[in-house]
Each structure stands twice: as structure tokens, then as C-alpha cells.
């Protein structure tokens, strides 16, 4: 009995594992990037490199000005929107809609980046998806339907927690082998790696699977929601108060009674800083000036907000200022999934912790192949599901860093002025995704594992020179001014690629074996 349910954990673990283990490979890889997300966004546009770190104290001053300038340049739109600079994204951005035409649902949606403290705009501001290309990828999976991706997800994130529950079932030595690796042992070192990089996060692997299912579980089980509101228009006015548009009145607005407002907020929001300024309809009597505040390292996902009306001054209402208990859990579960409230020595454990979720999906796939090329006997040939297999794993596990760089390529190559710029950086990513997986459906033998490992290492090694001729900065420079960010870049680049180098070596230092169909497939199994 106990064997035969020990045999079921076995199969299921390997079976829900491996049905979807290359799209949770990309899953996570851009789950980890997007831990880095800002400052990926901060790379991406050198324009802002020269910015100084922001002084939260100033923050009164600088709204006030971006008010005056949408006041000149759009006083009749339809809403201003004012992001303020944070220790992670050092501009400043104003963005403003204008009024739709009849017919038109929404009107066309205006932005521009400033330096926070002269108003001044960037030069050569680059349209660039940045690393929220890599925060969308990973639940939005692109090109696609966004809740049709979202289903997709969802279904492959209940299969991982399902493959985490079942992989701590089968595993009777679960400790002792967090710290047991042989390496050069074939077959063996395969399982190695994937018990270690499994069990050395598993609290992380566990709490951030589960967590990506609470961040959609409206649209997973919507029938509690459904049961307490008559649709979904009055769920989300209530989960999203300040929504809900103000009727104009058609009076115009004689002025903005935003130093009323503003001291109201930092009186009464414990001396947190500005995130998010929204005013809407700000030419009309009914307009309403709506303060975002920076939750920084609360674990809770909507930060407190107030609503105040642009005539007066009053407050008209409050929006998660005070939680309730099952408010308290579930923002902090979304804040734990996203690594809000991560500082930089805690995002930097988020990272190792998601690679070390990425090497687990990887050995796991590359384990299941391997062992099923060890049972071929004599003259037989391999099946087209482990062909397929093998070449799934070579073209996504090798395919997707390769990916990356090319996307950093584009953004640093492609023409400022180029129309759809940041649409470009994407097909970049793909068409480079695409053609490894293509290779590799023709070829995945060591050979093209090792060639595979060479590229990366160079497209990673020449990233630095590449931004170094392309923008005014450098690594040494960049350690001299103290720009830790672009110098932690570049330092990841070069580390990456050193990393495939020895990969590369690794692969090519391969003894070669007698020429026969038993002895070929087990030096592959070996290596």
C-alpha cells in the first residue's frame, strides 16, 4: 500500500511536472527579471541616468509645478496624473487625457518624462517597454488574449503547486540532500540539482505559486463575489472607490485648492511620501484631486488614497487607510508575490530564490529526457515525444537568455526616432526565441547545447561594450559616480556570461566514447 501510493506521488509529480514545465520555465524567468523591474526601466533609458537621487522633502514643490504646467499646456483635458520619482525611478511623469470625441470611449492619452527638480523635459526620451515588458510576459504571456493568458497561468501554476506538494511527498531524504551534490555523476548529478535547487527555496517556491493563485482568485472563483455584489460594475466600485467618474456640472473651476488638500494628506498619512497625484475633470466644478501614497515596505498591494474635491479642499473619501483583517491578507499576499516591499538585500534573495526555481524546472526537464534516453537498448531510436522533449529544452532553457540579451540589444541599438520602437524590442525577444526553438527541433545533441552556451556567453559578454558605445557611461565610470544600479547591470551581464563560458567548457571537455548505439546514448546520459 505504501509503495503503490509512494509509485502514484512519483508519477504524478513527474507527469504534472513535465506537461508544463517549459511554459512555467518562462514563467518564472520573467517573474525573476521582473524583481528588477525598475531597474531594468532605469537601464533601458539613458536619459535618466543623469538624475540626481530625488529629495522626498521637495515633493510639495514639485507637485505644485506639474500642476501649473498642465494648467498651461492641457487645461481642458480630461484628467492630469502626476507619478512622482522614487528611490527606484528618478523622473518624473506627467501624463494627461484628453477629453474623447463623440463616439470615442477613451481620448488619446498624453506623457512626457521630466528631470523632478528643473521641470525640465528628457532629451532623447526612448519609447521602451523596459522591465515591465518582463512583468506583463509573465502572467500576460503577450501576443495573446490577456484573460485567456491569464487562464493558461493559472492552470500551469496549479500544476507547479501540485508537482511542489507531490516532490516533498516521494522525497524521504529531504534535508540530508539539501546539502549532497556529486557532481560528474551523470544521471545522478541531474537528480542533485534539481533535489537541491528545489529544497534550498522551498518556502520561497511554495509561497510565491501559491500567492500568483491568490493574485487572480476573482477571476478563478468569482461565485463569492458574485453572491455578495449584483455585478461586476458594483464589486469594482466598491474594491476600487475612486473609479467612479464625478458628473460635470459644467461650471468652470476657478481654482485648485491643492495646498488645502496636500496638507490634509501629510497630516494625516504618517508622513508618507507622494506616489500618484490624479485630478479629473480639472477644468470642471465637480473636479476632484485624488493623493496616492507611497506604502514603500508595508506588505499591502493598493496603497492608502484619499479623494478630495478640487473646489474646496474637503475630503470626500478615504480609500484603504483602514483594512480589515481579510484586506490585510490578501494585499499582503499580493505584496508578498510581487516583492513590493522588498529593499534591495531582500529583492536580491527574491532573485537568487526565482533562480533558483528556474534551475529546478530546468534539471527536471533535462532529468526526465536524459533518463529516458538511458533506457534505450541497442539499435533503438529515440521517440518523437523525447526528441520533442529534448528539443523544447534546448530551445527555451538556452533560447530565453539569449532572448533577453537581444531585447537589451534592441534597446540599445534600434533608432531613438524609430516608430513603434518599443514594440520592436519585443519581436526582438521572440524572433530570437523562435529561432533557437526552431535549431533546435533540427539539432539538440551535446554539440548544440555547447554552440547554444557560446552564443549567450557572447551576446552577455558584448553587452557592456555595446552600451558602453552607445550611451556616455561605462562600468568604471559608473563606480566612480556611484550609479549602483547600471553598475550592478553590467556586472550581471559579464557574470552571466562567464557563468555559460564554464558552461561551455564543461560541455566540450565531454570524453569521447566508442562509436556504438548503446555506448553514444550513455555518454549522453553521463555528461
Known amino acids: 500500500m505504501r509503495e503503490s501510493f509512494f509509485r502514484s506521488m512519483t508519477w504524478l509529480h513527474t507527469w504534472v511536472g513535465l506537461l508544463v514545465c517549459w511554459l512555467l520555465f518562462l514563467i518564472f524567468f520573467a517573474g525573476t527579471a521582473s524583481f528588477f523591474r525598475h531597474e531594468i526601466s532605469l537601464w533601458a533609458q539613458p536619459a535618466t541616468h543623469h538624475l540626481p537621487h530625488y529629495d522626498s522633502t521637495q515633493q510639495n514643490e514639485t507637485v505644485k509645478k506639474s500642476i501649473e504646467r498642465f494648467q498651461d499646456i492641457a487645461p481642458n483635458a480630461e484628467s492630469w496624473r502626476v507619478e512622482m520619482p522614487t528611490e527606484r525611478r528618478p523622473s518624473l511623469l506627467l501624463m494627461y487625457s484628453e477629453k474623447p470625441a463623440e463616439g470615442e470611449r477613451r481620448g488619446k492619452r498624453h506623457s512626457e518624462y521630466l528631470d523632478p527638480v528643473t521641470l525640465e523635459a528628457l532629451p532623447e526620451f526612448r519609447e521602451t517597454r523596459g522591465g515591465n515588458f518582463f512583468y506583463r510576459l509573465h502572467f500576460d504571456l503577450h501576443y495573446m488574449n490577456a484573460i485567456t493568458a491569464r487562464w493558461i497561468v493559472c492552470f500551469a501554476t496549479l500544476f507547479m503547486l501540485i508537482a511542489l506538494i507531490s516532490g516533498v511527498v516521494i522525497h524521504k531524504r529531504i534535508f540530508k540532500d539539501l546539502f549532497q551534490f556529486r557532481n560528474g555523476k551523470g544521471l545522478r548529478s541531474w537528480l542533485d540539482a534539481h533535489n537541491v535547487s528545489s529544497v534550498v527555496a522551498l518556502p520561497f517556491h511554495i509561497m510565491i505559486t501559491y500567492t500568483g493563485l491568490v493574485t487572480l482568485i476573482f477571476m478563478l472563483l468569482p461565485q463569492p463575489a458574485e453572491q455578495r455584489f449584483e455585478d461586476t460594475k458594483t464589486l469594482r466600485a466598491e474594491r476600487y472607490p475612486f473609479l467612479a467618474a464625478t458628473p460635470e456640472t459644467g461650471q468652470p473651476l476657478k481654482s485648485i ?14 508622513d508618507a511620501p507622494l506616489r500618484r497625484i490624479v485630478i479629473s475633470s480639472p477644468g470642471d466644478a465637480s473636479a476632484t484631486i485624488k493623493l496616492y501614497a507611497n506604502a514603500q515596505r508595508a506588505v499591502q498591494d493598493d496603497p492608502p488614497s484619499w479623494m478630495y474635491s478640487a473646489a474646496s479642499g ?31 538585500l531582500l529583492r536580491w534573495l527574491y532573485f537568487v530564490a526565482g533562480l533558483a526555481g528556474c534551475a529546478m524546472i530546468a534539471t527536471g526537464a533535462v532529468m526526465w529526457a536524459k533518463r529516458l534516453r538511458q533506457k534505450l537498448k541497442g539499435d533503438d531510436k529515440p521517440g518523437v515525444g523525447l526528441r520533442l522533449v529534448e528539443s523544447l529544452n534546448l530551445g527555451t532553457i538556452m533560447g530565453l537568455p539569449a532572448a533577453t540579451a537581444m531585447f537589451f540589444y534592441a534597446n540599445r541599438l534600434l533608432p531613438t526616432e524609430l516608430v513603434g520602437r518599443a514594440d520592436k524590442e519585443v ?29 549567450n556567453a557572447i551576446v552577455w559578454g558584448l553587452l557592456p561594450v555595446v552600451n558602453m558605445l552607445t550611451t556616455d557611461g561605462n562600468l568604471v565610470s559608473y563606480l566612480i559616480n556611484g550609479q549602483w544600479v547600471l553598475f550592478g547591470f553590467d556586472v550581471m551581464a559579464i557574470g ?32
Open 427 to 455: 519581436l526582438a525577444f521572440f524572433v530570437t526565441w523562435g529561432v533557437f526553438t526552431l535549431a533546435a527541433l533540427f539539432k539538440s545533441d551535446r554539440l548544440a547545447w555547447l554552440l547554444s552556451a557560446k552564443v
Open 257 to 270: 485648492a491643492l495646498d488645502t488638500a496636500l496638507d490634509h494628506y501629510f497630516t494625516n498619512s504618517g
Open 496 to 527: 552571466i556570461a562567464i557563468g555559460f563560458l564554464v558552461q561551455a567548457k564543461k560541455l566540450g571537455n565531454t570524453k569521447a566514447a566508442p562509436a556504438t548505439p548503446r555506448r553514444q546514448a550513455k555518454r549522453e546520459v553521463n555528461a
Open 314 to 344: 474637503e475630503l470626500l473619501k478615504t480609500h484603504n487607510v483602514t483594512l480589515s483583517g481579510a484586506e490585510n491578507l490578501y494585499g499582503g499576499m499580493i505584496a508578498l508575490h510581487t516583492g513590493r516591499l522588498a529593499e534591495p
